[in-house]
């Protein structure tokens, strides 16, 4: 069977299918097989972890394809106009001509309502997996060498994402997104020195002047967008020059990759992963009614709405301002810097460069230099972890502050009194969460310890000759029956502490 080219599995190596004659036809031009057989030969490991990355790619890539569609309808422009569309509650009242037409194109483009829903709830998703995946990246360590260029890449990205989630919903220019624009325009003023400067730059003049609409426009839909999608090129093309990192356990170690091939599995996987994430930000646009301008109104700049609050993702940025005190610092005798430069420049800007700085301030707290390809777990580096949380507990309180008002009124409490419980928490619970945080990681890695000595409990108590009673413990399953090494050395891989089945019955 193999002298005609067909092999013993009925494979036919020069059959001429047309995707056969394309290749052939490419393959003659440019002899590009040797390069493309090594790339499809890469392998990923697997872990759900993983996927964070993930579903970042895919909602920004369903971000730009809905944002392309937004563009052909959406106007730029400050003009004041009179809204006489067909949605009756705001029909007669003035606004721009920005505000105009995303109501038109909510209520009269034919499933204008839809991709702009999918296009806010993209931004969203996005933003929550980018964190995820940093999350994953920070507990794991694969921050380390020779991976650090990919945190600060990935720093710059996340910072840029909030700016650009931020633009987005400030150039609707409805009641809720001119707030925001005027607390940027406060902060911007801030700025000592060259506050002014600055606020000229941006507005060309004084709040909100003419022309700042069309330059967030300008920013929103091509500056940023091509700077953040010629990162994530250069994210990826790293990740895939260097090799992903994973989890300890044999096969798995410092010197090579245990996963799936590029081709098929690994595409295969990632084609799906797309599809699953444009199907649920479909479902959830489908369904989930997200920032309903019609219900705000335009901007008018005498009135702020109850309850305003940004995106998720910024609701820190406003918790910082809230709960920072009102007072005005002098520096140096002569110069007096506004609550607001503190709360809204210095702080955001403090935590951004040390969460950049992280993987250098590592090096320094642990003295290590090697290059890491095997992840850690959260517990095996119990300070790391605890940072992590400290940080994390940091940000939530300022993030639950930033969303305070809806929650006093929810809740029927005083917002004075929540505001300075806030103040509280923020000094107390970070320090609680490192604390609480390192005992428990030290607490699972005597577990894992114990384990790797003693054996697993198998829940079965004997009694002795003596008379007395003893747990029946069973040897770790790794120990080595020829007699390695005893105890075993934790090598950084799970420990699977679940007793085999005929211990836990009590047959052997
Ligand atoms: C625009 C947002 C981002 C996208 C689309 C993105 C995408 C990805 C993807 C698909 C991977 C490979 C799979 C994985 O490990 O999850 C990856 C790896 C990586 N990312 Fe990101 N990422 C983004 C933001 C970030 C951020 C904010 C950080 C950290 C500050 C970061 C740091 C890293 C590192 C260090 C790796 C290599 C990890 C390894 O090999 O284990 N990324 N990224």
């Not at 697997?46 to 052909?72: P, R």
């Not at 150039?171 to 624009?181: A, K, P």
């Not at 935590?351 to 642990?366: E, G």
Request: glycine fraction near 10%.
């Amino acid at each position: 069977m193999s002298g005609d080219g067909v092999t013993g599995r009925g494979y036919r190596p020069h059959r001429r299918t047309p995707t056969a004659a394309v290749a052939r036809g490419v393959e003659r031009r440019f002899q590009i097989a040797g390069l493309f057989r090594h790339q499809v030969n890469k392998v990923f490991p697997w872990h759900f972890s993983f996927l964070w990355g993930e579903i970042a790619l895919y909602s920004f890539v369903v971000l730009v394809g809905s944002g392309v569609f937004l563009t052909l309808f959406y106007v730029p422009s400050m003009d004041e106009l009179v809204y006489q569309g067909s949605y009756v509650p705001t029909s007669g009242l003035e606004g721009s001509r920005a505000w105009i037409s995303t109501m038109q194109l909510s209520i009269d483009v034919r499933g204008g309502l839809f991709v702009r829903q999918l296009h806010h709830w993209s931004a969203l998703v996005f933003l929550a997996a980018v964190m995820l995946h940093m999350g994953r990246i920070f507990f794991t360590g694969a921050y380390r060498a020779p991976r650090e260029i990919n945190w600060f890449l990935g720093v710059a990205m996340l910072v840029l994402a909030i700016f650009e989630g931020y633009l987005g919903y400030s150039m609707i220019d409805d009641l809720l997104s001119g707030t925001g624009v005027r607390i940027f325009s406060g902060i911007l003023l801030s700025v000592p020195v060259i506050g002014t400067w600055l606020h000229w730059l941006v507005f060309s003049g004084e709040y909100p002047g003419e022309i700042v609409v069309e330059r967030f426009f300008i920013a929103h839909v091509l500056l940023i967008p091509a700077i953040l999608a010629g990162l994530i090129v250069l994210h990826l093309a790293v990740v895939w020059y260097q090799k992903h990192t994973q989890f300890a356990g044999p096969p798995a170690g410092e010197g090579n990759v245990v996963g799936n091939r590029t081709l098929p599995v690994f595409s295969l996987h990632s084609v799906s992963m797309l599809l699953g994430v444009t199907g649920v930000l479909g479902l959830l646009a489908g369904v989930a009614q997200i920032n309903p301008i019609f219900h705000y109104g335009p901007y008018n700049p005498t009135q702020v709405s109850n309850g305003s609050q940004p995106d998720w993702y910024a609701l820190w940025l406003i918790g910082s301002l809230k709960l920072f005190p009102r007072v005005d610092i002098a520096v140096f005798g002569r110069y007096t810097v506004p609550a607001g430069f503190w709360a809204g420049v210095a702080i955001p800007l403090v935590l951004i460069l040390l969460l950049l700085a992280w993987p250098l301030v590592d090096r320094l707290r642990t003295r290590d230099r090697e290059l890491h390809n095997l992840l850690d777990r959260p517990r095996d580096d119990a300070a790391r972890t605890a940072i992590g949380v400290m940080a994390l507990t940091f940000w939530g309180v300022l993030t639950v502050a930033g969303a305070d008002d809806i929650a006093a009124t929810v809740f029927q409490i005083p917002l004075e009194g929540l505001r300075w419980a806030e103040r509280g928490a923020l000094l107390i619970l970070p320090p609680l969460a490192y604390v609480i945080t390192r005992r428990v990681c030290l607490r699972l890695q005597r577990s894992d310890r114990d384990a790797l000595a003693g054996g697993v409990a198998t829940g079965i108590v004997e009694e002795t000759t003596e008379g007395t009673y003893r747990s029946v413990q069973q040897p770790f399953v790794g120990v080595d029956p020829e007699g390695g090494e005893h105890p075993p050395r934790y090598d950084g891989a799970r420990i699977p502490k679940v007793p085999a089945r005929e211990h836990a019955e009590g047959s052997s």
